[in-house]
């Protein structure tokens, strides 16, 4: 079957219309040199105590903070300032892997003991659910975009990376 006029005509205006939706960029989570909104990414695996593993905070302002979660208490272990130009790196990595259009993702039946990663930034909070032990992928930086697990993995070492090596 081929396409007709009228059906190409229909995908165009799709893809070139004014609201179709474009690709993030940095400007999309930083204003005047901070970052949108608080950004928030919880690693944890569920066990015989409750969830534990890594949570990761950065304010606006590039404070950041990293804690070690144990069931639903977070106990500070790091803490320190991003500078504006790392705030900005972080943007574009956001943006990269398209931190705004990131939805959650979970398998259709409940597992014991899953790894879940949530990130919160603004009204967005969303979690990927793999299996026990199951780790996060390596981003790929050739094609970021190209998995959901990915794209969570991109951010998360985006924000490691940010603060790795950092004192208070």
């Known amino acids: 079957m081929r396409p007709t006029p009228c059906l190409l005509s229909a995908c165009l205006l799709m893809v070139f219309a004014p609201g ?4 993030d960029k940095p400007a999309d989570y930083l204003q005047d040199g901070k970052l949108a909104n608080t950004l928030e990414i ?11 593993g890594r949570l990761w905070t950065v304010e606006p302002s590039g404070r950041w903070t990293l ?5 639903q208490k977070a106990e500070v272990e790091k803490k320190g300032e991003l500078t504006k130009e790392e705030l900005a790196t972080l943007a574009k990595e ?6 705004a259009r990131l939805t959650s993702k979970a ?3 409940p597992m014991a003991n899953p790894h879940v990663v949530s990130i ?11 299996g026990a032990g199951v780790p996060l992928p390596k981003p790929d930086p050739d094609n970021p975009k190209a998995t ?3 794209r969570y993995a991109g951010i998360a070492n985006a924000v490691q990376q940010a603060v790795k090596g950092k004192k208070e």
């Open 67 to 71: 804690s070690r979660v144990m069931n």
């Open 148 to 150: 959901i697990e990915g």
């Open 120 to 130: 919160k930034f603004g009204k967005l909070d969303v979690s990927l659910t793999l």
């Open 107 to 109: 398998p259709g039946r």
């Open 20 to 23: 179709a939706p474009a690709e």
């Open 42 to 52: 919880r690693d944890v695996q569920g066990g015989f105590a409750g969830f534990t």
């Open 94 to 99: 956001l943006a990269r892997y398209e931190l």
